[in-house]
């Protein structure tokens, strides 16, 4: 398991990097953490990282699923908040496979919701708040 600190909002581009350093070629990566834990934050800084101009910061929590477009490598991206699925076949009903084996890159926020269709090499990533106030990833890999 390796681990990026982010002692402040400050940090997030330098950790976004660090976290892109780490990325290998999976394409399915799975956010968890508590409410305000930071993974919108994170993800919309991680998408800055990977070239996506447009101001990625909203949340797609009422659409559920945001498209992105590397302006540096034309890849595309799908962030994915899934707080408001509330079962499979809600997630059957958006296409979920379809995204998820796409080979495009997916950021999976409240991944729970579909643990059972995740596949098996999807990486793990845990974002807790820390006592002081800063955050820290954990990749498990």
């Known amino acids: 398991m390796k681990q990026i600190h982010i002692p402040s909002v400050e940090a997030l581009p330098e950790a976004a990097h660090k976290f892109l350093e780490l990325m290998d070629d999976r394409t399915i990566y799975a956010f968890d ?17 990977l070239g996506v101009t447009d101001d990625p910061t909203g949340s797609p929590t009422f659409s ?19 707080y408001r699925i509330e079962n499979l076949e809600q997630a ?3 296409g979920i496979e379809d995204y998820l084996d796409s080979g495009a890159l ?12 995740l596949p098996d090499d999807t990486v793990r990533v845990a974002i807790t708040v820390n006592p002081d106030g800063s955050r820290t990833l954990s990749i498990d890999d």
Not at 109 to 116: H, K, L, M, V
Request: net charge negative; charged share 30%.
């Open 106 to 117: 997916c950021l999976i926020e409240w991944p729970d919701r579909i643990d059972d269709i």
């Open 33 to 49: 953490g508590e409410m305000g834990a930071g993974k919108t934050t994170f993800i919309n800084a991680l998408a800055r990282e």
């Open 92 to 94: 059957f009903d958006i």
């Open 64 to 82: 559920i699923v945001n498209e992105y477009r590397s302006d540096t490598t034309a890849e595309l991206i799908y962030h994915f908040d899934l």
